[in-house]
């Protein structure tokens, strides 16, 4: 069994930039996929970036290429997610997920099997 655990989330002003962090423990040497999603008030669990922890490649939905930068630590055990130029529209409860195998696609939710509790950006000008 995985646990994961997200940090970095909370109020931040409009303009501003943030880092989250999800760290996985327990059986953690068979995940190949981490990723990161959001799901805003109203709307459904969308895919934001996505990272291999076997390969290295990573990959960032449309949406979100530019502000969006994943990373793992070399541990290859945290995986974080930078966030620059926060607006109104980030507003989103950010979910943490982590896979057994490699995914076909990695941006659909079904595909993992592991999921943080989430951690709460609100962004405010």
């Known amino acids: 069994q995985v646990h994961l655990e997200e940090s970095g989330g909370g109020p931040v002003e409009d303009g501003g930039s943030l880092r989250l962090s999800c760290t996985a423990s327990g059986n953690t040497d068979n995940l190949w996929w981490m990723a990161w999603f959001r799901q805003a008030p109203g709307k459904e669990r969308e895919g934001v970036a996505a990272?291999?922890?076997?390969?290295?490649?990573?990959y960032n939905a449309r949406p979100f290429k530019g502000r969006f930068t994943i990373s793992l630590d070399d541990a290859k055990t945290t995986v974080y997610l930078q966030v620059r130029n926060l607006s109104s529209d980030d507003t989103a409860e950010y979910y943490c997920?982590?896979?057994?195998?490699?995914?076909?696609?990695?941006?659909?939710?079904?595909?993992?099997?592991?999921w943080g509790q989430g951690t709460q950006v609100t962004v405010s000008s």
């Open positions: 997920a982590a896979s057994l195998d490699n995914v076909a696609v990695v941006f659909r939710p079904s595909e993992y099997n592991f």
């Open positions: 990272i291999s922890r076997r390969r290295g490649v990573s």
